[in-house]
């Protein structure tokens, strides 16, 4: 079983920028591929952004590419969404996710965390 925590959300100006992080526990950590997602108010959950085990491949989705970079540290089990230039479309919450099973699918998910871009 593995538990995932985020954290670094908060409201911050359009234009600004936020360092996400998630904090995995277990010992496998540095073989799973993770991934962000985001929920807006009344709209479904979206992909954001996924990293390979290695953290050698990345690949994001078209409304956040050039803005957004995902990364990890496997020595510390936490993953990374460095968040630049926001817009408050971006406003959402924030949730990781582990151990991809299928396209877009994944394992474990984290209780998420609340990010609100003010224009």
């Known amino acids: 079983q593995v538990q995932l925590v985020e954290s670094g959300g908060g409201l911050v100006q359009a234009g600004g920028s936020l360092r996400l992080s998630c904090a995995a526990s277990?010992?496998?950590?540095?073989?799973?591929?993770m991934a962000w997602f985001r929920r807006a108010p009344g709209k479904e959950r979206d992909f954001i952004a996924h990293i390979i085990s290695s953290g050698a491949y990345t690949y994001y989705s078209d409304s956040v590419k050039g803005r957004f970079t995902i990364s990890r540290d496997n020595a510390k089990n936490t993953v990374f969404l460095q968040m630049n230039n926001l817009k408050p479309e971006d406003t959402a919450v924030y949730y990781c996710?582990?151990?991809?099973?299928?396209?877009?699918?994944?394992?474990?998910w984290g209780q998420g965390t609340q990010v609100t871009v003010s224009s």
């Open positions: 277990g010992r496998s950590f540095s073989t799973y591929e």
């Open positions: 996710a582990a151990d991809r099973r299928d396209y877009r699918s994944y394992a474990y």
